[in-house]
């Protein structure tokens, strides 16, 4: 079958597309930025990429001989207040755009929404699910609760309360209950429902066989991990102070961390049906996702994080717009050196952050990422998905990685953190010579008196940094 496939570069789609390439489809992947085309697929002669823009739809060219579309856009993140409107734009788009296809069925994946009371998010999930029904083509709709897999949103906060925090004083909402499923039912639920006429305009619940508590699921990721905690809960943290406690403890957002504590007050119990019979799936337990989760972790394999979203960032726009370094206005360091050995240098260029750190005065980083974290910002604690792989849009720390190619032996990150301006930090080797380069673009006066109360750092973080990169321990 040909398939149209939306949100190309988030946590889902991006497991989906190899998915679907094993079952021998073929894939038309929608991208909003060409620069962010993943590397697992890129070269895959079974893909092709169209940029598309589902919030302006006048400039989106879809193939008309598509069979199936999946339609998996959307934010957990984004704190617009027309949030639910620009859900619904986008929806609706799609949907025109598909009717003058040849499409048959629409699968998208939603949220379990059977309690009166929803958050914003899953409110905005159920009018999205009303928005695709069409008379054209027919719509498959799976409603997941808690997704559990290496790099999703909720294991990997699950991951830094657990690992960081012995006792734990928590909000109430650890009580309510809700029912996990872990990544890989959920992609054979996607894949398998694909063409089944049994399932056209239809929804069904997908959820994994046991009801549980979220402290009930901090406790057994515990004992996976083999270490004992304590979770005290109290009734009295508002959502604000559970929305902060979430942010300081783990490496979310502060956006994403006030949408999760909406979602985690609202009990997430699914209907029984038939789904599981007629797809063909027994959906595992908790633990053993877990487990299949740090199994991706150990072998350094996790294809996607919630992460890779550039809205779990500043970023607004396209990475392609920032991917030039900037010359006038912009305060500069500029560091070169002779490369000794290029392997070497390279593969510790790309190895740069998260558990492996800055290699010099990496504890001046912490501190700034630290700061970062009490403004508001990124902080260090999005590490980056893989220890020595890099790709556009990866995260990494409070960087935002805009280019990686080692042949072109370049890496170029854009900073995410708070600042009163832009700033760039590129690795490019030329004619066996390393570049380091360091550029920041002030907005206004406190940009300018940011650089320079920062400038006494750089003569030794920078310069460390750079004789790291190139001298052999």
């Known amino acids: 079958m040909k398939i149209l496939l939306t949100g190309t570069t988030g946590y889902i789609a991006k497991r989906l597309a190899l998915q679907l390439l094993e079952d021998d489809h073929e894939l038309v992947c929608c991208v909003r930025d060409m620069e962010r085309i993943p590397d697992e697929i890129e070269e895959n002669p079974k893909c092709t990429f169209i940029k598309v823009d589902f919030l302006k739809p006048e400039l989106a060219k879809i193939p008309s001989d598509i069979d199936a579309a999946y339609y998996l856009i959307h934010s957990m993140s984004n704190s617009t207040n027309d949030f639910e409107e ?141 270490l004992k905690r304590h979770i005290l809960t109290l009734p009295v943290l508002t959502p604000n102070l559970s929305s902060y406690w979430l942010y300081f403890v783990t490496s979310t957002s502060f956006q994403l961390a006030s949408a999760l504590v909406n979602s985690m007050k609202v009990e997430v119990i699914g209907k029984t049906s038939d789904i599981n019979q007629i797809i063909g799936v027994k959906p595992m337990n908790y633990k053993t996702a877990v487990n299949l989760a740090f199994q991706k972790i150990e072998q350094n394999s996790v294809v996607s994080s919630w992460k890779d979203a550039v809205s779990s960032g500043v970023f607004k726009d396209q990475l392609s717009k920032h991917i030039e370094l900037p010359h006038y206005g912009c305060f500069k360091d500029i560091r070169t050196r002779d490369v000794k050995d290029e392997n070497y240098t390279i593969n ?59 042949d072109e032996k370049r890496l170029l990150l854009f900073a995410e953190m708070k600042l009163p301006g832009e700033a760039w930090l590129e690795f490019k080797i030329v004619k066996n010579k390393l570049y380091q380069r360091a550029v920041f673009r002030p907005k206004g006066v406190w940009g300018r008196l940011y650089w320079y109360s920062v400038l006494p750092f750089h003569a030794f973080v920078f310069k460390g940094m750079i004789n790291a990169l190139i001298d052999k321990k």
Request: aromatic share 12%.
């Open 86 to 226: 620009l859900e619904k734009n986008c929806a609706q788009n799609f949907k025109d755009l598909v009717e003058k296809t040849n499409c048959e069925q629409v699968v998208y994946l939603s949220g379990i929404v059977n309690d009166d009371s929803l958050s914003k998010h899953l409110k905005s999930r159920l009018q999205v699910e009303n928005t695709l029904k069409s008379k054209v083509y027919s719509l498959t709709t799976f409603r997941a609760g808690i997704i559990v897999g290496s790099g999703s949103a909720s294991f990997e906060i699950i991951r830094d309360i657990v690992e960081k925090l012995p006792f734990m004083i928590t909000p109430k909402w650890l009580n309510t209950k809700t029912q996990p499923i872990g990544i890989r039912d959920v992609l054979n639920f996607l894949s398998n429902g694909l063409g089944n006429e049994k399932l056209y305009n239809k929804s069904y619940d997908i959820f994994g066989p046991e009801i549980l508590t979220y402290k009930e699921m901090l406790l057994q990721f515990a004992e996976v991990r083999d």
């Open 348 to 406: 510790r260029i790309w190895s740069i952050g998260g558990r492996n750190g800055w290699y010099s005065f990496n504890w001046l980083w912490k501190t700034r990422g630290y700061v970062d974290k009490l403004f508001g910002g990124v902080g260090l604690r999005r590490g980056r998905t893989h220890d020595t792989y890099l790709e556009p849009g990866d995260p990494l720390d409070f960087w935002r990685v805009l280019f990686a190619d080692k």
